[in-house]
């Protein structure tokens, strides 16, 4: 498994019942996840002072209840990179922390070589990812068919004091828009996609993971420099083993690319029980 496990402004302070117990810097919310299927195994006081608590209702929704005055955004930091944190509805704030561990193994590999980098991410949200690979000094194309979203990883880039580099922004259905890539000519050396088990696009498009994912990789590698650097595949669909992705990347940029691949859980290190909680998985192509 590989576990973000290098954060100081997020903390998994503990995990049970049906909830994990986190920290945000200075703030600590409780949230459902639906992997916590074990009793709270530890003091109990640790859970009974949070500024933020998601209800789940039956129906499948839920309504933050919050217990301090919180702003409307605060900034976390991981190494240099800044991230806008608000609590908004079904339980999210933003960010991904998980992610993390991929952000590092990114940077590190933009950084590896003085050639230019060109990153495209799909299914961009918030721009975790953007922001790390515009940090190591890629170009980088985000995508992602929510205008919301978009606006979000704007401000991420902002507050982290990259405003300066080339990212370009984009609100569209990502199947659609790397198409038109492939028209225009323009290729990546790195890409990157978290897409969701289930969506919609701009126009109405129905996206299902099981059905789309290979021929969207498929349709990626027409955007994929002939000098590709990496390719990551994020997946949070239960059942969808990480053998799956080594898979579709063997069947696609490794079969044409060679390199190396590999694919595991990815999950956060919880600090009261010293387990760890898993948090989908991720498939990772590297020359």
């Known amino acids: 498994m590989w576990i973000a496990d290098e954060w100081k402004d997020y903390e998994l302070i503990d995990t049970g019942n049906g909830e994990k117990l986190e920290r945000w810097g200075k703030y600590v919310v409780r949230r459902p996840d639906p992997q916590v299927i074990w009793p709270i195994d ?3 006081k640790v859970w009974r002072n949070v500024d933020g608590h998601y209800h789940r209702n039956s129906s499948g929704g839920g309504k933050w209840e919050f217990f301090s005055k919180l702003p409307e955004h605060w900034t976390i930091s991981y190494e240099n990179l800044k991230f806008n944190i608000k609590p908004m509805g079904f339980k999210h704030t933003g960010l991904f922390p998980e992610q993390a561990v991929n952000w590092s ?4 590999r933009i950084k590896s070589t003085d050639k230019p980098v060109r990153v495209l991410n799909l299914f961009a949200y918030t721009g975790g990812a953007t922001v790390a690979a515009a940090y190591a000094g890629a170009e980088v194309c985000h ?4 205008k919301g979203m978009v606006s979000w990883a704007k401000e991420n880039i902002a507050v982290s004091k ?3 580099r080339k990212v370009r922004f984009i609100v569209d259905d990502v199947l659609k828009f790397v198409q038109r890539e492939n028209r ?3 290729q990546y050396e790195g890409i990157i996609m978290d897409p969701p088990s289930y969506g919609r696009g701009p126009n109405g498009e129905v ?3 099981e059905d789309e994912l290979y021929n969207l990789v498929s349709e990626c590698m027409h955007v994929l420099s002939p000098n590709p650097l990496f ?5 949070y669909t239960t059942g969808l083993a990480p053998t799956v992705l080594t898979n579709v990347l063997k069947m696609t940029v490794g079969k044409k690319h060679g390199g190396h691949i590999a694919s595991d859980e990815i999950g956060l290190p919880i600090t009261q029980s010293g387990l760890v909680l898993p948090c ?4 990772r192509w590297e020359v």
């Open 42 to 44: 530890s003091n109990n």
């Open 105 to 108: 193994w990114m940077m590190e």
């Open 143 to 146: 995508v992602d068919a929510a």
């Open 162 to 164: 990259l405003a300066d």
């Open 184 to 186: 225009r000519g323009r």
């Open 207 to 209: 996206w299902k993971i």
């Open 231 to 235: 390719f990551l595949i994020n997946s």
């Open 280 to 283: 989908g998985a991720s498939g």
